[in-house]
């Protein structure tokens, strides 16, 4: 099978898929993905159907071209999205939280195309064994809700282990991550903190800010000890966090101080009270673009690193060798 | 399948000796085994004893002796 087959055959132009953002990735930035060529997803979180539905049914006033459905297998709605999605016609489902198992036969029956994200080889072996269209080896590098491994680490060995194509995520922000996650074997990527700066991204405008300014070591991870570690940017939250972390809070208390912090930092725009997710890559996040401008950009870099290899790996003209 | 395969497959994913693991050890709290894990050691059952083990089905399962429990009524 060619490299660009899966992607060829759901007609987008880019080997790409915009990273399903809760609160975040709404029709506005899914639909400006998709028009540039790669394939926009809407995140359903933890909303009800009628909003999904909503958002849905927007997105196709505003492309015709393919476009997918975040789910998050954790919320209390997802047996109504996973009907819902079948009801719409949509034809791209990502799923994130777990394995969409008993979802994954009424999917492939109205002829949807399901890449599940992974953190594990067995979690990928067992989605393609169950009949998964193709796995997002996800990287802790990533922003939100991590595994343990790294996309460095993690998509190779997913790469060997599975015969469906690999998507890689987690820490790609540019043509070089891009260029990078192709030597390691993958078939496409997937990015999500570069779009948080689209201008088509309605998360708030401090949001936006926080991500530019953002340094390297401002990304840290939260709950480790509560078994669900969360990436975000270092603030008064994260701060608080710790302190409670540190004086032995119970888990209950912890969880408590996450709940309805995304929406305080992408909706209020409170990014020093709220939970500002984001990937490790957000200190590379320069500056507000378009999604078009975001795709042509990383995708001509990424050809030009690529097209560039044709390097040996031998240190020429080393006066060591003359020895020999 | 009995008690002490099941025990010894979970041991060697999680690296404890099997006679720590009781039937009444639950996977979270007691043996500190996550969702990944618990696909590590069920893919593992499937493959030894050449099972079908739905994912939907694990997540009413608790404690050690509840996957022996289940292990055994599919069997049948």
Redesign the interface.
């Known amino acids: 099978m060619n490299k660009f087959d899966f992607f060829h055959k759901l007609g987008v132009k880019y080997p790409l898929i915009q990273g399903g953002m809760a609160w975040i990735s709404d029709s506005s930035l899914a639909s400006a993905v998709s028009e540039a060529g790669g394939i926009g997803m809407l995140a359903a979180g933890s909303a009800p159907v009628e909003y999904v539905q909503q958002e849905i049914r927007k997105a196709k006033q505003l492309t015709a071209k393919p476009f997918g459905v975040n789910i998050m297998l954790l919320s209390e709605h997802v047996e109504a999205i996973a009907r819902l999605v079948c009801a719409e016609g949509i034809k791209i489902v990502t799923t994130g939280a ?2 969409p ?2 979802y994954l036969k009424m999917w492939k029956e109205h002829g949807i195309t399901v890449i599940p994200v992974v ?2 080889v ?2 990928a ?2 989605m393609e064994k ?1 009949g998964a269209d193709a796995v997002i080896a996800e990287g802790g590098e990533a922003g939100g809700h991590i ?1 343990e491994l790294t996309t460095m680490a993690l998509l190779p060995q997913i790469v060997d282990a599975v015969d469906i194509p690999v998507i890689a995520a987690g820490g790609i922000g540019d043509g070089r991550g891009i260029a990078a996650a192709f030597m390691l074997g993958a078939s496409g990527v997937q990015m999500g903190t570069r779009f948080l700066v689209a201008k088509e991204c309605t998360v708030h405008q401090n949001y936006k800010e926080r991500i530019i300014k953002a340094r390297d070591i401002d990304s840290v991870v939260t709950g480790r000890s509560t ?1 669900h570690p969360v990436r975000v940017l270092r603030n008064k939250l994260t701060r608080r966090f710790e302190e409670l972390e540190r004086a032995g809070a119970s888990i209950e208390e912890l969880e408590a101080l996450g709940t309805g912090a995304l929406r305080k930092a992408a909706k209020d725009g409170d990014v020093a009270n709220g939970s500002v997710m984001a990937g490790q890559i957000a200190g590379l996040v320069k500056e507000e673009q378009s999604c078009s401008e975001i795709i042509e950009q990383v995708f001509s870099e990424a050809a030009e690193r690529l097209n560039a290899l044709s390097i040996d790996l031998i240190v020429k003209d080393n006066p060591a060798d003359e020895r020999d | 399948m009995s008690f002490s395969n099941i025990s010894q497959i979970i041991a060697r994913h999680i690296g404890v000796e099997a006679g720590e693991i009781k039937p009444t050890s639950r996977f979270k709290e007691d043996l500190q085994i996550d969702s990944l894990d618990i696909f590590e050691i069920v893919m593992d059952l499937e493959e030894q004893y050449d099972l079908e083990i739905p994912t939907e089905d694990l997540e009413d399962l608790r404690t050690v002796g509840d996957l022996v429990k289940y292990i055994d009524s599919v069997k049948d």
Request: zero cysteines; a positive charge; glycine letters at 30%.
């Open positions: 777990g394995s198992g008993k953190p594990s067995a979690l072996r067992r169950e595994g078994g």
